[in-house]
């Protein structure tokens, strides 16, 4: 059983920088694809983010490439977010799946169960 908990988040102005991170309690040993969502008002939820633990493989959303920087610390991953723009301001989440394989952390792989109580992220112009 794997069960994951938030921090950081907040308010900042265009072109700031926040962070959000998430750790993951219990046995990720055997490989986990950490990922991140974030949901905006009237919006779907999308991934943006995501790390296998194993190999610290990275795959990102073309909207945040370049602005985001997902890292892992044993345990804990963290979203650095940069250059931040209106269109940021979501709920942010985290969320964790097994796989043998990092491929499987790939933005078109879905099938996560594990998942964070999510953090508020907004972004005044």
């Known amino acids: 059983q794997v069960w994951l908990s938030e921090s950081g988040g907040g308010s900042v102005q265009a072109g700031g920088s926040l962070r959000v991170s998430c750790v993951a309690h219990?046995?990720?040993?055997?490989?986990?694809?950490m990922a991140w969502f974030r949901q905006a008002p009237g919006k779907e939820r999308e991934m943006i983010a995501s790390i296998y633990n194993n190999d610290g493989t990275t795959y990102y959303r073309n909207s945040v490439k370049g602005r985001f920087t997902l890292s892992q610390d044993n345990a804990r991953n963290t979203l650095e977010m940069n250059s931040l723009k209106s269109e940021d301001t979501a709920v942010y989440t985290c969320?964790?799946?097994?796989?043998?394989?990092?491929?499987?952390?790939?933005?078109?792989?879905?099938?996560?169960?594990?998942w964070g109580q999510g953090t508020q992220v907004t972004v005044s112009s």
């Open positions: 969320a964790a799946r097994a796989s043998h394989m990092s491929i499987y952390c790939d933005l078109q792989y879905g099938g996560y169960n594990y």
């Open positions: 219990g046995d990720t040993r055997s490989g986990f694809c």
